[in-house]
């Protein structure tokens, strides 16, 4: 049995798969298992895919017609022998020694999920990253997680951001939701009712590329408009497990607020009207309720919300809050453009 299954999902990225195959092929821990699934791409990734196949017995390649990538992402499960498992996307790279520093924790820990750090590539933050290996430190730590913990384990919700032990994603049947965006959300929510036991690798070990063509980068796509599904079902799977109350409700109240907010500020103003119409569709008395209590959310998610219920003075500061979003935004992309020309 391999020691780690790591699974690509691969659509439309042959200007950067060959990177991604080349950082997981060449891990210095060489008993793994690449299973890749083409969903359906209509670039020369299939080729480029059977290709290394040929090369290299350790990779299950999968053809599939598209589904999206929680579908391709699913499609691998059946297929998982490793220990543990490693989820890589199709434009990113990872350190060549991984796999064997999280393998080696994981194991020392005997932990369910081995958290590691990330860089943007081009665009790396490392204040960020000490910020939170600081208190990603203190959490791992701990015997007994209290909600503030949560609320850092659920906001830092990539799938690819962890090192997951096999049988606690598949004998909790913590798969991605088909047909809907924002999978990761959702696995992390159904993957932290579980209480799994965590462990940390304190290094940069994944290199996240955030380009234009990132479904994540652009608020136009269906990723930004498929939220209010996702806590939907989020809120429908803590209702069925019985968890929709205390620290759990709170911390889905709070972060539900606060998402739906960010997301109409980074959209467009010619979709704001329609992301609008959708929050006001999913704001009911709980969201009320916690809005009117003393908690964490800030002073601009509120005001957002009570310029939503109809208070002039509230719309007229999160208008001002708009602008200076926009401003913030223009301002970084002339930082980022003077960086590159430098």
Same mark, same amino acid.
């Given at each position: 049995?391999?020691?780690?299954?790591?699974?690509?999902?691969?659509?439309?990225?042959?200007?950067?798969?060959?990177?991604?195959?080349?950082?997981?092929?060449?891990?210095?821990?060489?008993?793994?298992?690449?299973?890749?699934?083409?969903?359906?791409?209509?670039? %020369?990734?299939?080729?480029?895919?059977?290709?290394?196949?040929?090369?290299?017995?350790?990779?299950?390649?999968?053809?599939?017609?598209?589904?999206?990538?929680?579908?391709?992402?699913?499609?691998?499960?059946?297929?998982?022998?490793?220990?543990?498992?490693?989820?890589?996307?199709?434009?990113?790279?990872?350190?060549?020694?991984?796999?064997?520093?999280?393998?080696?924790?994981?194991?020392?820990?005997?932990?369910?999920?081995?958290?590691?750090?990330?860089?943007?590539?081009?665009?790396?933050?490392?204040?960020?990253?000490?910020?939170?290996?600081?208190?990603?430190?203190?959490?791992?730590?701990?015997? %007994?997680?209290?909600?503030?913990?949560?609320?850092?384990?659920?906001?830092?919700?990539?799938?690819?951001?962890?090192?997951?032990? %096999?049988?606690?994603?598949?004998?909790?049947?913590?798969?991605?939701?088909?047909?809907?965006?924002?999978?990761?959300?959702?696995?992390?929510?159904?993957?932290?009712?579980?209480?799994?036991?965590?462990?940390?690798?304190?290094?940069?070990?994944?290199?996240?590329?955030?380009?234009?063509?990132?479904?994540?980068?652009?608020?136009?796509?269906?990723?930004?408009?498929?939220?209010?599904?996702?806590?939907?079902?989020?809120?429908?799977?803590?209702?069925?497990?019985?968890?929709?109350?205390?620290?759990?409700?709170?911390?889905?109240?709070?972060?539900?607020?606060?998402?739906?907010?960010?997301?109409?500020?980074?959209?467009?103003?010619?979709?704001?009207?329609?992301?609008?119409?959708?929050?006001?569709?999913?704001?009911?008395?709980?969201?009320?309720?916690?809005?009117?209590?003393?908690?964490?959310?800030?002073?601009?998610?509120?005001?957002?919300?009570?310029?939503?219920?109809? %208070?002039?003075?509230?719309?007229?500061?999160?208008?001002?809050?708009?602008?200076?979003?926009?401003?913030?935004?223009?301002?970084?992309?002339?930082?980022?453009?003077?960086?590159?020309?430098?």
């Amino acid at each position: 049995m391999p020691k780690v299954s790591v699974i690509i999902p691969v659509y439309n990225a042959e200007k950067y798969l060959h990177a991604c195959l080349d950082s997981v092929v060449n891990q210095t821990l060489a008993d793994i298992q690449i299973i890749c699934v083409d969903d359906g791409s209509p670039d %020369s990734c299939p080729q480029i895919l059977d290709e290394y196949a040929a090369k290299d017995q350790r990779f299950t390649i999968i053809h599939q017609q598209n589904v999206g990538i929680a579908g391709a992402r699913n499609a691998a499960y059946p297929y998982i022998k490793g220990e543990y498992t490693l989820f890589v996307d199709d434009d990113d790279t990872i350190e060549p020694d991984l796999c064997e520093k999280a393998v080696a924790i994981a194991d020392a820990e005997q932990a369910d999920t081995t958290y590691f750090f990330f860089d943007h590539g081009q665009n790396q933050n490392r204040t960020k990253i000490h910020r939170w290996s600081c208190k990603m430190k203190e959490l791992t730590a701990k015997h %007994s997680l209290t909600e503030n913990d949560y609320t850092l384990l659920v906001h830092y919700c990539m799938i690819w951001l962890q090192l997951w032990r %096999s049988c606690f994603l598949l004998d909790n049947n913590i798969q991605c939701p088909i047909g809907q965006y924002n999978e990761d959300i959702f696995m992390q929510w159904k993957s932290q009712i579980h209480k799994p036991k965590l462990a940390l690798l304190p290094e940069t070990m994944y290199h996240w590329r955030f380009h234009s063509l990132s479904t994540s980068n652009d608020p136009s796509k269906k990723y930004w408009r498929g939220l209010p599904a996702t806590y939907d079902r989020i809120k429908e799977m803590l209702q069925e497990t019985g968890n929709y109350h205390g620290e759990w409700k709170r911390l889905f109240l709070y972060q539900k607020l606060k998402n739906f907010c960010d997301m109409y500020f980074h959209l467009p103003t010619y979709q704001q009207a329609e992301c609008l119409r959708m929050v006001k569709d999913r704001i009911g008395q709980d969201e009320l309720e916690y809005l009117s209590q003393k908690n964490k959310l800030k002073r601009r998610v509120r005001v957002f919300y009570y310029a939503l219920q109809g %208070s002039r003075f509230a719309a007229a500061e999160n208008t001002i809050h708009i602008a200076l979003r926009k401003a913030e935004i223009t301002f970084r992309k002339f930082r980022d453009k003077l960086k590159r020309a430098a």
